[in-house]
């Protein structure tokens, strides 16, 4: 029984333990306003063999249904940590631009204004190292940082399906990257 209860209270400690993604550490919780966020899953977004940046999802309760997440009204955040020089300004545009017009399938002219405002968020220099967390809150909208600091708040709903689309929708940006996300790796 004492190597039963020890062995449980080891599992519970390693479910709020620090992932490690490669070289680079995600914490196991984060705080969207008031509401902690739990650590869903980690993944690696890789283009003709490259590691282009490492993610991290965060929600309310473990999810594995991508649909749910993309239509949850609730808190939520994606953790993108920079770790390739390939990733420049214009493909970061390209790549959200492309990436909305999928996940809206093919028409997001009834958010250009909203899309606009995500690509000036990242219109800063791409440097190997940045971290920026796209958060949602409710009545609020997505917030997005860059390395802590915070650059935009861009309100709505329809913004937050359309942005979380890009990884969870029906033609995810990498089909192994949602896989992680949700916590299948």
């Known amino acids: 029984m004492k190597i039963f209860c020890s062995l449980l209270v080891f599992c519970s400690l390693m479910a709020f333990m ?8 995600m914490p196991d919780s984060f705080m969207a306003g008031k509401e902690k966020l739990i650590l869903n899953g980690t993944g690696i977004r890789s283009k003709y063999f490259i590691d282009l940046y490492y993610g991290a999802l965060y929600l309310k309760r473990k ?22 020089s390939h990733i420049t300004n214009e493909k970061m545009e390209g790549a959200l631009r492309d990436g909305f017009k999928t ?30 967390d796209l958060t949602y809150i409710v009545d609020k909208g997505i917030v997005i940082r860059r390395n802590g600091k915070e650059r935009i708040t ?13 990884w969870f929708g029906p033609e995810p940006a990498d089909e192994d990257l949602e896989q992680g996300l949700l916590g299948n790796n």
Do not use: R, W
Request: a negative charge.
């Open 18 to 25: 620090p992932v490690q993604v490669k070289d680079v550490t």
């Open 63 to 84: 999810e594995k249904d991508p649909k749910k997440i993309v239509d949850a009204n609730e808190e939520m955040s994606m953790k993108i940590h920079i770790v390739s």
């Open 103 to 132: 996940s809206m399938g093919g028409n997001s002219a009834p958010l250009e204004k909203e899309i606009d405002d995500i690509v000036k968020a990242f219109s800063e220099k791409i440097k190997v190292g940045d971290e920026y």
């Open 154 to 166: 861009i309100p709505g709903y329809p913004f937050k399906k359309a942005l979380f689309g890009i």
